[in-house]
């Protein structure tokens, strides 16, 4: 692609891999083109729900959840700097700021559009080369609770967010790599004021205080960091500058590579497997985005091992096929009738997800391609399944989209957990949807600091209890999703990019975290913008309701009564919890793009 002239700017002459490959140090390739300034931006009040205004922009804006990781992309953009160069930006950030959500030590899906092509960029963690399906199993071959996996060495997988953010920036960059980790640098040498979510997040957990770094640098004296204490990350802070000069080199190879599989193989209760030829050996890979149309839109979202995409445009592919309903959305507020369809086309739709959806390098695709799964055809059976009663828990059984040469056993429900999600649209006509998770709040509960012997660091992922525990059923059939040696673990992320069929303007790019729940989120919020019309911030805004084909469960305190006693009546099974979600949309507007938070984290938007 050629990139306008950018004036007074200098792009990055020599491509990141290719400036590797001869030797140059990164933050010899160009003149300085960013110069951070430190925000006066303090944390939120409280971590609770926060009232977000919703904001309007004209040229670009970034949306991120947190003010600080925010304000890095914001600043990157202002200097003329690209989408990917702001992902870079925040994503160093919310490594600092926001360690119990996503991390370099964990892995992200990036969506990417350049003006004129879509992008997907896998930097999904893979399993070490020495497991077998047998991972999470204990001595008598039965699965392990899901704590006493997620919080050892067992579970920490290759991460890939820097190499995979460094293999986009190389095709997409126009700022050096070095100058885009100058905000997090910063704010890990002169400290930041600790979040209330990170606080709270803190003071609930109890097996970050059980390892040896972790439990000094965020409890010390034994007490959790109260919001608003200043913290310093110095061994982060050395971490970043040698990934800014060496690349992601310096993550995989070397002191600070040695110094992760150290801390993973010599875990204190269960050690795991990664060697320093796994994270030496470590692809990010550039796949083909699933472009599906749906109403007047086509809606890119990210292929396996993704099943967010799929999982999203079979709920909303359902759902066209049945009866509308006359009020679907009163006072801010989800109909029952609607919620019952929503509902019981997610039913539908994780019961396929959880019989076919994996890696694509060990796992066929029905019929040889995954978009026979949104077939029109195929979703009008579907559809035809769902009455005015609810299927309940069991009673949605995956459909048959298309032929397997394997016969596939579905994946026992198991909790999924974590993510942040950063949404990014530049004035140069690039935008990108970028999901990035270490799983679990604080991952493996490993705090690496790199070998420095600095205080800090950064958190390993737990991301391969995204496995299923056990790798077959009861008759010996597989389990599409079973660990095995290298393999991606399937993931819910649903990074999405929205375009005009017509036009093929951009709409819309928007996700979420929130483990399973990412698809019911993102669904309904594509749905409320588009179909609804409401704007970004309305649509975020919206109660949640969801369900993996078992309980219903209604975002506690946010529903009349007398939906969660109508969705019951149905056989719905439906009861209140908390669902914290932490969507991020940016949409396009007549004067340029509209921007929302999720109220329920401390994300912002911020543009000009």
Same mark, same amino acid.
């Given at each position: 692609?050629?990139?306008?002239?950018?004036?007074?700017?200098?792009?990055?002459?020599?491509?990141?891999?290719?400036?590797?490959?001869?030797?140059?140090?990164?933050?010899?390739?160009?003149?300085?083109?960013?110069?951070?300034?430190?925000?006066?931006?303090?944390?939120?009040?409280? *971590?609770?729900?926060?009232?977000?205004?919703?904001?309007?922009? +004209?040229?670009?804006?970034?949306? %991120?959840?947190?003010?600080?990781?925010?304000?890095?992309?914001?600043?990157?953009?202002?200097?003329?700097?690209?989408?990917?160069?702001?992902?870079?930006?925040?994503?160093?950030?919310?490594?600092?700021?926001?360690?119990?959500?996503?991390?370099?030590?964990?892995?992200?899906?990036?969506?990417?559009?350049?003006?004129?092509?879509?992008?997907?960029?896998?930097?999904?963690?893979?399993?070490?080369?020495?497991?077998?399906?047998?991972?999470?199993?204990?001595?008598?071959?039965?699965?392990?609770?899901?704590?006493?996996?997620?919080?050892?060495?067992?579970?920490?997988?290759?991460?890939?967010?820097?190499?995979?953010?460094?293999?986009?920036?190389?095709?997409?960059? =126009?700022?050096?790599?070095?100058?885009?980790?100058?905000?997090?640098?910063?704010? %890990?040498?002169?400290?930041?004021?600790?979040?209330?979510?990170?606080?709270?997040?803190?003071?609930?957990?109890?097996?970050?205080?059980?390892?040896?770094?972790?439990?000094?640098?965020?409890?010390?004296?034994?007490?959790?960091?109260?919001?608003?204490?200043?913290?310093?990350?110095?061994?982060?802070?050395?971490?970043?500058? +040698?990934?800014?000069?060496?690349? *992601?080199?310096?993550?995989?190879?070397?002191?600070?590579?040695?110094?992760?599989?150290?801390?993973?193989?010599?875990?204190?209760?269960?050690?795991?497997?990664?060697?320093?030829?796994?994270?030496?050996?470590?692809?990010?890979? =550039?796949?083909?985005?699933?472009?599906?149309?749906?109403?007047?839109?086509?809606?890119?979202?990210?292929?396996?091992?993704?099943?967010?995409?799929?999982?999203?445009?079979?709920?909303?592919?359902?759902?066209?096929?049945?009866?509308?309903?006359?009020?679907?959305?009163?006072?801010?507020?989800?109909?029952?009738?609607?919620?019952?369809?929503?509902?019981?086309?997610?039913?539908?739709?994780?019961?396929?997800?959880? =019989?076919?959806?994996?890696?694509?390098?060990?796992?066929?695709?029905?019929?040889?391609?995954?978009?026979?799964?949104?077939?029109?055809?195929?979703?009008?059976?579907?559809?035809?399944?769902?009455?005015? +009663?609810?299927?309940?828990?069991?009673?949605?059984?995956?459909?048959?989209?298309?032929?397997?040469?394997?016969?596939?056993?579905?994946?026992?429900?198991?909790?999924?957990?974590?993510?942040?999600?950063?949404?990014?649209?530049?004035?140069?006509?690039?935008?990108?949807?970028?999901?990035?998770?270490?799983?679990? %709040?604080?991952?493996?509960?490993?705090?690496?600091?790199?070998?420095?012997?600095?205080?800090?660091?950064?958190?390993?992922?737990?991301?391969?209890?995204?496995?299923?525990?056990?790798?077959?059923?009861?008759?010996?059939?597989?389990?599409?999703?079973?660990?095995?040696?290298?393999?991606?673990?399937?993931?819910?992320?649903?990074?999405?990019?929205?375009?005009?069929?017509?036009?093929?303007?951009?709409?819309?790019?928007?996700?979420?975290?929130?483990?399973? %729940?990412?698809?019911?989120?993102?669904?309904?919020?594509?749905?409320?913008?588009?179909?609804?019309?409401?704007?970004?911030?309305?649509?975020?805004?919206?109660?949640?309701?969801?369900?993996?084909?078992?309980?219903?469960?209604?975002? +506690?305190?946010?529903?009349?009564?007398?939906?969660?006693?109508?969705?019951?009546?149905?056989?719905?099974?439906?009861?209140?919890?908390?669902?914290?979600?932490?969507?991020?949309?940016?949409?396009?507007?007549?004067?340029?793009?509209?921007?929302?938070?999720?109220?329920?984290?401390?994300?912002?938007?911020?543009?000009?």
């Amino acid at each position: 692609m050629t990139l306008p002239a950018v004036p007074f700017r200098r792009r990055l002459l020599v491509p990141v891999t290719a400036a590797l490959m001869l030797g140059l140090p990164l933050a010899a390739q160009a003149e300085v083109a960013f110069q951070y300034d430190l925000p006066a931006i303090a944390p939120e009040v409280a *971590s609770e729900t926060q009232e977000k205004p919703g904001w309007a922009t +004209e040229r670009f804006a970034v949306a %991120a959840a947190n003010p600080l990781a925010t304000d890095a992309g914001y600043q990157v953009l202002k200097a003329g700097g690209s989408a990917i160069d702001a992902a870079v930006a925040v994503q160093m950030v919310l490594t600092l700021v926001e360690p119990q959500s996503s991390g370099i030590g964990g892995g992200a899906f990036l969506m990417h559009h350049d003006g004129d092509e879509v992008a997907a960029y896998d930097g999904r963690e893979t399993a070490p080369a020495a497991v077998s399906g047998e991972l999470f199993l204990d001595e008598e071959g039965e699965p392990l609770p899901f704590m006493e996996a997620a919080a050892s060495g067992l579970s920490v997988g290759v991460p890939g967010t820097v190499r995979m953010l460094e293999l986009a920036h190389a095709e997409h960059g =126009r700022l050096p790599w070095a100058e885009l980790f100058g905000p997090a640098i910063r704010l %890990a040498e002169e400290g930041f004021a600790v979040s209330p979510r990170l606080a709270t997040s803190l003071a609930s957990e109890q097996p970050l205080r059980d390892d040896p770094l972790g439990g000094a640098f965020y409890y010390p004296d034994g007490e959790p960091l109260e919001a608003g204490t200043r913290l310093k990350n110095p061994a982060l802070a050395a971490i970043l500058r +040698e990934i800014a000069e060496q690349g *992601s080199r310096a993550l995989h190879e070397g002191p600070i590579a040695e110094d992760l599989v150290a801390r993973v193989q010599g875990h204190h209760s269960r050690a795991g497997a990664i060697t320093a030829e796994d994270l030496a050996g470590y692809a990010a890979k =550039r796949r083909d985005p699933i472009c599906t149309a749906w109403q007047a839109y086509e809606v890119c979202g990210f292929p396996p091992p993704s099943s967010g995409h799929l999982t999203v445009m079979q709920i909303l592919g359902i759902l066209e096929h049945l009866l509308e309903v006359e009020t679907p959305v009163a006072e801010g507020v989800p109909s029952e009738p609607w919620l019952h369809q929503f509902l019981e086309a997610s039913r539908l739709a994780f019961a396929d997800r959880g =019989r076919y959806i994996g890696d694509p390098d060990f796992v066929e695709a029905p019929g040889g391609d995954w978009s026979v799964m949104l077939a029109p055809d195929y979703l009008a059976l579907r559809a035809a399944l769902i009455g005015e +009663e609810s299927l309940g828990s069991g009673g949605a059984a995956p459909g048959n989209p298309g032929e397997l040469a394997v016969t596939w056993a579905s994946q026992p429900e198991q909790p999924e957990y974590g993510t942040s999600h950063i949404s990014i649209v530049d004035e140069h006509g690039n935008a990108i949807a970028m999901t990035t998770t270490i799983e679990a %709040a604080f991952g493996s509960r490993i705090l690496a600091d790199g070998g420095t012997g600095l205080a800090g660091g950064y958190l390993l992922n737990n991301e391969l209890t995204d496995f299923s525990f056990a790798p077959e059923d009861e008759d010996g059939r597989p389990i599409a999703n079973r660990v095995e040696p290298n393999k991606r673990p399937r993931s819910s992320m649903s990074p999405t990019l929205v375009f005009d069929r017509e036009s093929g303007e951009l709409v819309a790019s928007l996700g979420s975290p929130g483990g399973a %729940a990412i698809i019911h989120y993102t669904a309904k919020a594509l749905v409320a913008m588009l179909d609804w019309g409401l704007d970004a911030q309305e649509a975020l805004d919206l109660p949640h309701a969801i369900t993996l084909g078992g309980p219903v469960f209604l975002e +506690e305190g946010r529903f009349p009564t007398d939906t969660l006693e109508a969705l019951n009546a149905r056989g719905h099974d439906a009861s209140e919890r908390e669902l914290v979600s932490g969507l991020q949309a940016i949409q396009r507007t007549e004067t340029g793009f509209f921007g929302g938070a999720d109220p329920r984290r401390e994300g912002v938007v911020m543009g000009d």
